[in-house]
């Protein structure tokens, strides 16, 4: 058994997409999660994108990267057997997760109230786009429609082109990790308590949480605050925060006050070394720039330096150099570059796990945090369509093997 | 469901150090599910959100009057101390006892050179739980180098995939990620920790690092790199198993409604909701692949049916056909015009005692039973007294020599 913050609980999840990397997060932590999928897969196993860009359920990149270290066992939950099997799976367990349309487990007798009467302590962590309430419980959506209604898209992307989403599935990602919470907060409740409960997600409201300085411009000053490309625009000041370089992009900004001066300093010589004009020299003092009295003209004619500065040199060089000189730059790392960044390599954050079926081994992000007591990471690659069948029906819930045949031929699973 | 009236976090104690947003939410998260967090502020070392000036109402000279605050830090206790007072040490010392847990997120090493490192605190209670959070880490090459949200979000490769194609990458430009994301890592863990203490006895030190949960955001773009040497990037609205899928034009200034159509059956529908035109039923948009083959077409023409109508009708007309779409909603639509949002109790007015009656965030995550109460955040150093006092014990003649010896500044 590993030893995670909480080994020896278990997780019944029923999630698909807008719901898997909660099971995820909580099997890092230990907890034992079973997928139950219907028989056939979860439907989100047809997601791109696949291994060789082979469509198949057993070969799907997005199932695979959130799914790791999950028992899968299928289940048609639909069928009064299926009901009863789960039922009897549910009383042993600590948490249920599901992202089915809410009332869907009600209408099969698998509601909070129906798990509860059987296993009061049940935790049913339920993670929707709206939540389970009424007038938009039942709004058909997807990653962008819910990133729409929850004012992000809306402040991001270029102005002369329509609002732009962000990296994929950002907003499942912040959502399944407020679910996590939610999860664990109750779970230390219950355990003192031995009290149960429902845990209610809206995705949307989960997102929308994020839009902290834009909501208070709205409540305060009745002022909207627009997409501006890779401009910042946190408070009242517009900085850029994104700039081109000579092979990719480099993030950094002009920050006031003494937080900002060494990495001001060492760029603005570092610019004056490379023979450019650099108008940051009539900054007398660092120490005491005040970046809001700073006037629209001054500040173009910054950014102007030291964008053309920034052309002039690579990602490595403002990655390596930038640092020796304390420039306070990142660069906006493609996907390969995170995988051969050498501070992660270093950290052990990769987990290399094996796909046997495929022949293969993938390089997995390891943790989501690190502990020094505990043992808080991803072992195992994500299950094959129900690969533990036998081992949950039959050596735990005590099927024979005839028994878990017939079951199979009725597509109970 | 039966509010019982307690709160799932009764009873825990929790030390805040948490600077600016990473850790001020973390512990945030906390204290609105019930532990009693007591957050240490300095009057000569205000934090970052005490100086806050983006809104209007939030003057030079008061720490009080800053509602960014407010939202990093409701139903929290605020102690003020100065660290580097010769007797602070006293204060410390009595909070680590009395804590279960310390939050903090200075750069790395920070805490060492304040004399409050884990090995420290755990001689002085040897079971705590202590969270550095940070955008590196505690540990590997770039651990003493700082950063904020942008640097966690850039390395981790998050803003490279977010924007057009023939253009550079972009971000929201006042809604951040990294920093609300990893507070739920932070709490997540600290509540785990809690269980495994309660469980074993057993401290523990936790290491969070935003570029590591950012970079677990994108792990299938990662996966894609490894299995299929394809390196994604940006894509606009654009995914490969949907379209139309995008952000389109209706009436009214920069009004947008997004739409998203999967299958084949959602195509007929969204076909049947614009009327069936007769370019639905040309071959180049039959078939998924099709549509996508032809989507700067298909974008097009989807543009000149949505012109004619408000977001809002078009989410409703989608809906009502089974086709998923929603209003792209600014601030304004999530205060004033979100009946889901207001269902939820997004924003719950609280009074306070400085900025007045405003809407404050709930936890968008509601546990049915032991529900969030949130409370308005504290005014600099408003609890000192009471925490000496009442929560460490102190008798008040020590409260007032101290305090006359300027310790709580």
């Known amino acids: 058994m590993a030893n995670g913050l909480l080994s020896g609980f278990r997780a019944l999840d029923l999630t698909d997409e807008k719901g898997f990397a909660c099971g995820k997060i909580l099997a890092s932590l230990g907890v034992d999660v079973i997928k139950i999928e219907k028989p056939g897969g979860d439907p989100a196993r047809n997601i791109p994108p696949f291994y060789q860009d082979i469509p198949d359920p057993e070969k799907s990149l997005y199932w695979f990267a959130f799914n790791s270290d999950k028992q899968s066992i299928t289940l048609n939950l639909e069928t009064s057997q299926g009901h009863d099997l789960f039922m009897k799976l549910m009383k042993k367990s600590d948490f249920v997760l599901e992202s089915f349309p809410p009332d869907y487990m009600d209408r099969l007798g698998l509601g909070y109230e129906a798990l509860s009467r059987v296993n009061p302590k049940i935790i049913m962590t339920s993670i929707t786009p709206f939540g389970q309430k009424a007038p938009y419980n039942h709004y058909k959506s997807c990653e962008l429609v819910v990133a729409a209604m929850s004012g992000v898209l809306e402040t991001t992307g270029d102005p002369d082109r329509p609002p732009v989403k962000e990296s994929p599935n950002s907003v499942y990602f912040q959502a399944n990790a407020a679910a996590a919470l939610g999860t664990v907060i109750s779970h230390y409740h219950r355990e003192i308590t031995g009290e149960g409960q429902q845990v209610d997600v809206s995705i949307q409201e989960c997102a929308a949480s994020r839009n902290i300085n834009s909501l208070l411009s709205w409540l305060f000053d009745k002022r909207l605050i627009k997409r501006s490309g890779a401009i910042n625009l946190l408070g009242r000041i517009r900085s850029r925060w994104i700039w081109p370089c000579k092979d990719g992009y480099i993030y950094w900004y002009l920050l006031g006050g003494q937080l900002g001066a060494s990495s001001n300093r060492a760029l603005s010589k570092w610019i004056d070394e490379d023979g450019m004009e650099n108008p940051l020299r009539q900054v007398a003092n660092w120490d005491e720039f005040d970046r809001a009295a700073l006037t629209e003209e001054t500040n173009d004619a910054f950014e102007e330096a030291i964008g053309k500065f920034f052309l002039r040199h690579t990602k490595k060089e403002i990655a390596e150099e930038g640092l020796k000189r304390g420039i306070n730059a990142a660069v906006v790392n493609n996907p390969a570059d995170v995988l051969a960044n050498r501070h992660l390599a270093v950290r052990n954050f990769w987990a290399d796990l094996g796909y046997p079926e495929l022949g293969i081994t993938l390089t997995h992000p390891k943790h989501f945090f690190l502990c020094n007591g505990t043992e808080n990471y991803v072992r195992r690659r994500a299950p094959l369509i129900g690969e533990d069948n036998d081992e949950i029906y039959g050596k735990e819930l005590g099927l024979s093997s005839r028994e878990i045949a017939v079951l199979k031929e009725t597509n109970v699973i | 469901?039966?509010?019982?009236?307690?709160?799932?976090?009764?009873?825990?104690?929790?030390?805040?150090?948490?600077?600016?947003?990473?850790?001020?939410?973390?512990?945030?998260?906390?204290?609105?599910?019930?532990?009693?967090?007591?957050?240490?502020?300095?009057?000569?070392?205000?934090?970052?959100?005490?100086?806050?000036?983006?809104?209007?109402?939030?003057?030079?000279?008061?720490?009080?009057?800053?509602?960014?605050?407010?939202?990093?830090?409701?139903?929290?206790?605020?102690?003020?101390?100065?660290?580097?007072?010769?007797?602070?040490?006293?204060?410390?010392?009595?909070?680590?006892?009395?804590?279960?847990?310390?939050?903090?997120?200075?750069?790395?090493?920070?805490?060492?050179?304040?004399?409050?490192?884990?090995?420290?605190?755990?001689?002085?209670?040897?079971?705590?739980?202590?969270?550095?959070?940070?955008?590196?880490?505690?540990?590997?090459?770039?651990?003493?180098?700082?950063?904020?949200?942008?640097?966690?979000?850039?390395?981790?490769?998050?803003?490279?995939?977010?924007?057009?194609?023939?253009?550079?990458?972009?971000?929201?430009?006042?809604?951040?990620?990294?920093?609300?994301?990893?507070?739920?890592?932070?709490?997540?863990?600290?509540?785990?920790?809690?269980?495994?203490?309660?469980?074993?006895?057993?401290?523990?030190?936790?290491?969070?690092?935003?570029?590591?949960?950012?970079?677990?955001?994108?792990?299938?773009?990662?996966?894609?790199?490894?299995?299929?040497?394809?390196?994604?990037?940006?894509?606009?609205?654009?995914?490969?198993?949907?379209?139309?899928?995008?952000?389109?034009?209706?009436?009214?200034?920069?009004?947008?409604?997004?739409?998203?159509?999967?299958?084949?059956?959602?195509?007929?529908?969204?076909?049947?909701?614009?009327?069936?035109?007769?370019?639905?039923?040309?071959?180049?948009?039959?078939?998924?692949?099709?549509?996508?083959?032809?989507?700067?077409?298909?974008?097009?023409?989807?543009?000149?049916?949505?012109?004619?109508?408000?977001?809002?009708?078009?989410?409703?007309?989608?809906?009502?056909?089974?086709?998923?779409?929603?209003?792209?909603?600014?601030?304004?639509?999530?205060?004033?015009?979100?009946?889901?949002?207001?269902?939820?109790?997004?924003?719950?007015?609280?009074?306070?005692?400085?900025?007045?009656?405003?809407?404050?965030?709930?936890?968008?995550?509601?546990?049915?039973?032991?529900?969030?109460?949130?409370?308005?955040?504290?005014?600099?150093g408003e609890h000192t007294e009471y925490v000496c006092t009442q929560l460490l014990g102190m008798s008040d003649e020590e409260f007032l020599e101290l305090f006359q010896e300027k310790v709580f500044e």
């Open chain 2, 1 to 380: 469901m039966k509010n019982t009236g307690k709160q799932a976090l009764d009873g825990v104690k929790v030390l805040d150090f948490g600077w600016a947003f990473l850790g001020a939410l973390s512990g945030r998260h906390l204290a609105d599910h019930g532990a009693q967090v007591v957050r240490i502020e300095s009057r000569a070392r205000l934090g970052p959100a005490r100086v806050d000036r983006q809104v209007s109402i939030s003057t030079a000279n008061n720490p009080d009057d800053k509602p960014l605050f407010t939202y990093l830090n409701t139903s929290k206790y605020s102690i003020t101390l100065d660290l580097k007072h010769p007797r602070a040490k006293e204060v410390i010392t009595r909070l680590i006892h009395w804590a279960d847990v310390v939050v903090e997120n200075f750069t790395p090493g920070t805490m060492r050179k304040l004399g409050l490192s884990y090995e420290y605190m755990s001689k002085i209670n040897p079971d705590i739980i202590m969270v550095g959070a940070s955008v590196y880490g505690q540990t590997g090459p770039l651990a003493r180098e700082w950063g904020v949200d942008g640097t966690g979000n850039s390395l981790s490769g998050r803003y490279y995939l977010a924007g057009w194609p023939d253009r550079g990458p972009v971000m929201p430009t006042s809604v951040l990620y990294g920093d609300v994301v990893t507070p739920y890592f932070v709490s997540s863990a600290v509540v785990a920790a809690l269980d495994y203490k309660r469980r074993t006895g057993k401290g523990q030190y936790i290491d969070v690092s935003m570029l590591e949960v950012c970079a677990n955001q994108i792990a299938p773009v990662i996966l894609d790199w490894e299995a299929n040497a394809r390196l994604q990037t940006r894509t606009g609205n654009r995914i490969s198993y949907a379209a139309p899928h995008g952000v389109f034009p209706c009436i009214g200034d920069d009004r947008w409604c997004a739409i998203a159509v999967f299958t084949n059956e959602e195509w007929q529908a969204f076909c049947h909701v614009i009327g069936d035109p007769p370019w639905t039923k040309e071959q180049r948009f039959a078939t998924l692949k099709s549509r996508k083959e032809n989507e700067d077409e298909l974008e097009k023409l989807v543009a000149e049916w949505t012109r004619k109508y408000s977001a809002e009708e078009i989410m409703q007309i989608m809906q009502e056909a089974a086709v998923a779409a929603g209003v792209v909603q600014n601030s304004q639509d999530l205060v004033e015009h979100d009946p889901q949002l207001e269902e939820r109790g997004f924003l719950v007015p609280l009074k306070h005692p400085v900025i007045g009656v405003f809407g404050h965030p709930t936890p968008p995550y509601k546990l049915l039973k032991t529900k969030a109460g949130v409370r308005t955040s504290p005014c600099l």
